[in-house]
């Protein structure tokens, strides 16, 4: 209720086990109590060009100079402490305020020191010549070093692009605010509680944390009037490396991954531009190009020579245990895990039936059958009573689709033939696989396999347990969450790439190698399949709840962040996607 009365109490003082809070979380906390949260309890970021810009702007005053000389030192007539004293990079912190800060400048003299705080951009016209969150923060690092003895007058704040210099005035009721925002974000850590976003704020567009903290994402699914800004959606700059050459090495030189292959030659890719590494087969890489991309939180993918994802290496992963701790509470549940499945389930029958109806080239009689069904197994599924129904009703709904998926292949006179070898039609009977018995069946486990890698790679960056899932069992190896989040997008995504590299002609029936032991794509084959895959996730495409555009890899990492806000208790329901 919005006349509820609260009773506002300070933060128990900070002991030994509680981490002391650090200044610039306090800013943030007075400019946007749901970033600090995101940031300090949650352990969320993301690098942008203004962060970026504050790091030069730090470079120079985060290295360390002579500490400040004692305050019984400088409050001596001594003629050694007359002269100006700059202290650069200097930490202090206090229990009793539960804060620590860095303080980039501290200049003494006089007998008095005054903390400066360096900033990005231009002094903003205000009254008090900076915004509250900064002037708190410069606060607080004057109360840090009152606590240690020293004689603080005022504060400052020094902005590198209009090169000037702000007075921070250290009067009172600035000190009480400094003091109340630091008692206000320590009670809101430790009691859980993340605080709602922004409505309709002018701060969120350019904020770091917007495409994780999805202000009006969260608000629209709430039931919010508002339609969301198009803020989550930035460009795809960095992209999968996946190197399938069994002759390849893959070792580091300065800031790029050499790829070294007897047959192709040398390749550099830059660090920078690598979002994931993908390797099939038996391609070999060094200890310090795998070293470099830990350090960088860049993921390692293992394959076989096939395609099967083996499995991952990455660095020390995401530190947000609260999204963890809430995956583990649901999958504990068996009634709300009974209840994510049916929607999981539903949701990729209801994608089933947008690829039928896109794409269907048979008798209009037969895909009105199959799509009766489908709609009658998406209902059914709504309905069952335990797992083992729904998978029952999963299992025929997929019968049903995968009977009607060669009215979606054209026939080989509507396509060009790129490879040689046999010309033999692509034909396509049931779904079989482990192995594939026939080269559709082979390009759609490839799919699977390639899209089962994104999700595992998404799902841990944003912070969850890629093998601890709801719908799936788990398995020693298995990532079962990324095999729930995929449900709905193996129709959308998997089965779309197979029928256009058919259909269009990318891939052919002399792509394949055919023996007693299954069907493979050749070295050749595999490569156009993967290209045709890649570009797929790289193709925009209009958000169906939020209405702007976004790629399909932005919308799996979009697709994932909600089911971390779901799960985290701030939506009433996981939002699945559902094209038109």
């Given at each position: 209720?919005?006349?509820?009365?609260?009773?506002?109490l300070?933060?128990?003082a900070?002991?030994?086990?509680?981490?002391?809070?650090?200044?610039?979380?306090?800013?943030e906390?007075?400019?946007c109590?749901?970033?600090?949260?995101?940031?300090?309890t949650?352990g969320?970021?993301?690098?942008?060009?203004?962060?970026?810009?504050?790091?030069r702007?730090?470079?120079?005053v985060?290295?360390?100079?002579?500490?400040?000389?004692?305050?019984?030192?400088?409050?001596s007539?001594?003629?050694?402490?007359?002269?100006?004293?700059?202290?650069?990079?200097?930490?202090l912190?206090?229990?009793?305020?539960?804060?620590?800060?860095?303080?980039?400048?501290?200049?003494?003299?006089?007998?008095?020191?005054?903390?400066?705080?360096?900033?990005?951009?231009?002094r903003?016209?205000?009254?008090?010549?900076?915004?509250?969150?900064?002037?708190?923060?410069?606060?607080?690092?004057?109360l840090?070093?009152e606590?240690?003895?020293?004689?603080?007058?005022?504060?400052?704040?020094?902005?590198?692009?209009?090169?000037?210099?702000?007075?921070?005035?250290?009067?009172?009721?600035?000190?009480?605010?400094?003091?109340a925002?630091v008692?206000?974000?320590?009670?809101?850590?430790?009691?859980?509680?993340?605080?709602?976003?922004?409505?309709d704020?002018?701060k969120?567009p350019?904020?770091?944390?917007?495409?994780?903290?999805?202000?009006?994402e969260?608000?629209?699914?709430?039931?919010?009037s508002?339609?969301?800004?198009t803020?989550?959606?930035?460009?795809?700059?960095a992209?999968p490396?996946?190197?399938?050459?069994?002759?390849?090495?893959?070792?580091?030189?300065?800031?790029?991954?050499k790829?070294?292959?007897?047959?192709?030659?040398?390749?550099?890719?830059?660090?920078?531009?690598?979002?994931?590494v993908?390797?099939?087969?038996?391609?070999?890489?060094?200890?310090?190009a795998?070293a470099?991309?830990?350090?960088?939180e860049?993921?390692?993918?293992?394959h076989?020579h096939?395609?099967?994802?083996?499995?991952?290496?990455?660095?020390?992963g995401?530190?947000?245990?609260?999204?963890?701790?809430?995956?583990?509470?649901?999958?504990?549940d068996?009634?709300?895990?009974?209840r994510?499945?049916?929607?999981?389930?539903?949701?990729?029958?209801?994608?089933?039936?947008?690829?039928?109806?896109?794409?269907?080239r048979?008798?209009?009689?037969?895909?009105?059958?199959?799509?009766?069904?489908?709609?009658?197994?998406?209902?059914?599924?709504?309905?069952?009573?335990?797992?083992?129904?729904?998978?029952?009703?999963?299992?025929?709904?997929?019968?049903?689709?995968?009977?009607?998926?060669?009215g979606?292949?054209?026939?080989?006179?509507?396509?060009?033939?790129?490879?040689?070898?046999?010309?033999?039609?692509?034909?396509?009977?049931?779904?079989?696989r482990?192995?594939?018995?026939?080269?559709?069946?082979?390009?759609?486990?490839?799919?699977y396999?390639?899209l089962?890698?994104?999700?595992?790679i998404?799902?841990?960056?944003?912070?969850?347990?890629?093998?601890?899932?709801?719908?799936?069992?788990?398995?020693?190896g298995r990532?079962?969450l990324?095999?729930?989040?995929?449900?709905?997008?193996?129709?959308?995504?998997?089965?779309?790439?197979?029928?256009?590299?058919?259909?269009?002609?990318?891939?052919?029936?002399?792509?394949?190698?055919?023996?007693?032991?299954?069907?493979?794509?050749?070295?050749?084959?595999?490569?156009?399949?993967?290209?045709?895959?890649?570009?797929?996730l790289?193709?925009?495409?209009?958000?169906?709840?939020?209405?702007?555009?976004?790629?399909m890899?932005?919308?799996?990492?979009?697709?994932?962040?909600?089911l971390?806000?779901?799960?985290?208790?701030?939506?009433?329901?996981?939002?699945?996607?559902?094209?038109?």
């Open positions: 209720m919005d006349d509820q009365l609260e009773l506002h300070p933060a128990p900070a002991t030994g086990e509680t981490p002391l809070v650090p200044a610039r979380m306090v800013n906390f007075v400019y109590p749901r970033l600090a949260y995101l940031m300090w949650q969320e970021w993301a690098e942008t060009g203004d962060t970026a810009e504050g790091k702007v730090h470079g120079r985060d290295r360390p100079s002579a500490p400040l000389p004692a305050p019984e030192a400088l409050a007539d001594d003629e050694t402490t007359a002269d100006k004293v700059v202290s650069r990079s200097l930490t912190s206090s229990e009793t305020l539960g804060v620590i800060a860095k303080l980039d400048v501290a200049e003494a003299e006089d007998g008095v020191v005054t903390p400066i705080d360096y900033k990005r951009g231009r903003p016209h205000v009254a008090q010549g900076a915004y509250e969150p900064e002037r708190i923060q410069v606060c607080l690092q004057a840090l070093l606590e240690h003895g020293y004689r603080v007058e005022e504060g400052a704040i020094y902005y590198a692009e209009s090169r000037e210099r702000v007075r921070v005035v250290l009067d009172e009721a600035l000190r009480a605010a400094a003091r925002a008692s206000e974000l320590r009670l809101t850590v430790s009691q859980g509680r993340i605080p709602p976003p922004l409505k704020s002018p969120c350019r904020c770091a944390l917007v495409t994780i903290c999805l202000p009006d969260v608000r629209a699914l709430s039931g919010s508002l339609a969301p800004r803020i989550a959606t930035p460009v795809d700059e992209l490396l996946v190197v399938q050459s069994q002759l390849a090495r893959i070792g580091k030189e300065g800031e790029t991954l790829i070294a292959d007897e047959e192709k030659g040398d390749q550099r890719v830059r660090l920078i531009d690598v979002s994931d993908a390797l099939f087969g038996n391609v070999s890489i060094t200890t310090p795998l470099a991309l830990m350090e960088r860049i993921p390692v993918t293992f076989s096939g395609g099967w994802f083996r499995g991952m290496a990455h660095g020390v995401h530190r947000n245990v609260e999204i963890r701790t809430a995956q583990y509470r649901l999958s504990f068996e009634a709300a895990c009974l994510f499945a049916r929607e999981l389930v539903a949701a990729k029958i209801t994608n089933q039936r947008t690829i039928l109806r896109r794409n269907w048979g008798p209009a009689e037969e895909r009105k059958v199959a799509l009766d069904r489908l709609r009658a197994a998406r209902k059914s599924a709504g309905g069952a009573a335990t797992l083992a129904a729904l998978l029952g009703i999963e299992g025929d709904a997929a019968a049903v689709y995968f009977r009607a998926f060669a979606l292949i054209s026939p080989p006179g509507d396509k060009p033939e790129r490879a040689e070898g046999a010309l033999a039609p692509f034909r396509f009977d049931a779904r079989n482990r192995p594939p018995t026939d080269p559709v069946n082979a390009m759609l486990s490839l799919a396999a390639m089962t890698r994104h999700l595992t998404t799902l841990a960056s944003v912070g969850f347990d890629p093998y601890r899932g709801f719908y799936h069992a788990p398995r020693y990532p079962a990324a095999l729930d989040l995929m449900e709905p997008f193996r129709p959308i995504v998997a089965d779309s790439v197979v029928l256009s590299a058919i259909n269009t002609g990318e891939v052919g029936p002399g792509d394949f190698v055919v023996a007693a032991t299954g069907t493979a794509l050749t070295q050749a084959g595999r490569r156009r399949f993967v290209e045709a895959f890649e570009r797929r790289s193709q925009e495409t209009t958000h169906p709840v939020f209405g702007y555009q976004l790629s890899r932005r919308m799996l990492v979009m697709q994932a962040r909600l971390s806000r779901f799960l985290l208790g701030e939506l009433p329901s996981y939002p699945h996607y559902l094209p038109r």
